[in-house]
């Protein structure tokens, strides 16, 4: 994880420019590099670097002997990269893993390179022979990229929107900043002047397909029936090979851990995993809540089963409601549930940070919208349907649940790994005949849950908890998290304000005072730029007025059964 920025075409003084950069600081806390592009006076590149890997030969951009025209600032993980060294003999000049997207780019171009990365990534490539600029991003969007292009070709670029929307130009007070979409690469043109003009904009992998690189995966071509032992061993083989291949690291190992299945599942093979190949120190795993909340009662039977080294962070409703605007401005969203939910997961990166020395951080995210774990799956009209509402929702994780847990872990310096969204894992389970995923038997994720039953890998009654969303796992199950924030925000916000909201705020208009509140912090922070969030995270199929899992029929506390 690190903070990657860069201008083409700037007509301001680049010393002045580079200030943004600084506004993503928080993202590569080891070190800062920036530095002007040779022939391009307006044109230069900023990095902010996390060490994970090659601690010694990191520093971006990244440019080599063999290919002095190339010029790479990435911000991700290459998980194969050494499979790819090995099948068309690639010789490295570091131990960086990004290094190989300069190789692939001269063997066989933009769509071959962005094709054969597994892993998450974010970069800019600047070909100065070609006199082309690519942008590039993953499949769901793990890792964060914005761009500002204006219509004379000035263009910026940066992992996060802050680090833009104060740039200077001549011809725009304030250009258009927008997210970069995943699973896409952008071809520019560079003219002499240092200015761009886009050429093209390619979709490069769509999740449901096999990804391209799965031909030198680890995992070899996997049996391709669809009895039940078939289907289930398969998720298990990878699943386990998307958590192993994530294992590259030369710091700290942790795992979030909420006691839900996803993240005890994360934490139970990491841990088998860590203990294969011999590494040293015990996992530490982090868990978050008010006193007594479930996910903190949860989260230690798991812990007690699989032996992590397992911390605790308790935290009170004053400190939740005082994070609230550092929260808002590290998401730069203003969605409902989005900041509920980050609240959380920002005080415990804030404690690993501070507390440990745990630096590469798995979680869960991406399991509710691949595997239908969210409550509101069991009112699908249809298994078709159920796996359409699947497939949008995973399209759109760069925008809710994986935006949630980049900001909030980046804005600590700390690395995020998510083995659910790996290609293969993720193109294999979409590939199951939609009645296959849906729930059963009043249990959401059933698939996933039968898959590990046999593997004693879990408690029986973590591996079957009913879905919990972690915004109200961490409060108590007598009062929920959101009704703590709506108590708060209810003496915040005037009932007029409301009622006018629509008028101040006409896209995506507050309906809730909480709404509201959110919206207003925003605002100040990133004024006139309501369009980056589409449109409010919501269930389907369920009137709900509330995005909260508590609030629909289905709900029931395991305390209450």
Known sequence: ??????????????????????????????????????????????????????????????RVKKFPYLWLCYNGEIYNFKQLQKQFGFEYQTLVDGEVILHLYNRGGIEQTASMLDGVFAFILLDTANRKVFLARDTYGVRPLFKVLTDDGFLGVCSEAKGLINLKHSTSLCPKVEPFLPGHYEVLDLKPSG????VEVVKFHSYKDEPLHAACDTVETLPSGLDLETVKSNIRILFEN?????????????????????????????????????????????AIGMENSPDLLAARKVA???????????????????????????????????????????????????????????????????TQ???????????EEAAEESERLLKELYLFDVLRADRTTAAHGLELRVPFLDHRFTAYYLSLPAELRIPKNGIEKYLLRQSFEDSNL????????????????????????????????????????????????PFNPPKTKESY???????????????????????????????SARTLKHYKSATQE
């Open 1 to 62: 994880m690190c903070g990657i920025w860069a201008l083409f075409g700037s007509d301001e003084c680049l010393s002045v420019q580079c200030l943004s950069a600084m506004k993503i600081a928080h993202r590569g806390p080891d070190a800062f590099r920036f530095e002007n592009v040779n022939g391009f006076t307006n044109c230069c590149f900023g990095f902010h670097r996390l060490a994970i890997v090659d601690q010694l030969y990191g520093m971006q951009p990244i």
């Open 373 to 383: 774990g969210y409550i509101y799956f069991h009112k699908a009209p249809s298994p």
């Open 242 to 286: 998307a958590v192993r291949k994530r294992l590259m690291a030369h710091r700290r190992i942790g795992c979030l851990l909420s006691g839900g299945l996803d993240s005890s599942l994360v934490a139970a093979v990491l841990l088998k995993l860590m203990k294969e190949i011999n590494i040293s120190y015990p996992l530490q795993t982090f």
């Open 517 to 547: 509140y959110y919206r207003q912090i925003f605002e100040k922070h990133y004024s006139g730029q309501s369009s980056w969030l589409p449109h409010y995270w919501m269930p389907r199929w369920v009137k709900a007025t509330d995005p």
């Open 304 to 370: 007690a089963h699989i032996g992590s080294e397992h911390h605790e962070v308790i935290f009170n409703s004053e400190e939740g409601i005082q994070a609230i605007e550092e929260v808002i401005f590290s998401l730069e969203t203003y969605d409902i549930t989005t900041v509920r939910a980050s609240i959380g997961m920002y005080l415990v990166s804030k404690y690993i940070r501070k507390k440990t020395d745990s630096v590469v951080i798995f979680s869960g995210e991406g399991s509710d919208e691949l």
């Open 458 to 505: 879990l408690p029986k009654e973590i591996l079957w908890r009913p879905k919990e969303a972690f915004s109200d796992g961490i409060a108590s199950v007598k009062k929920s998290w959101f009704s703590i924030l709506q108590d708060y925000i209810d003496q915040q916000v005037d009932d007029l304000l409301l009622e006018k909201a629509a008028e101040k705020y």
């Open 195 to 198: 200015k761009v003009a886009s």
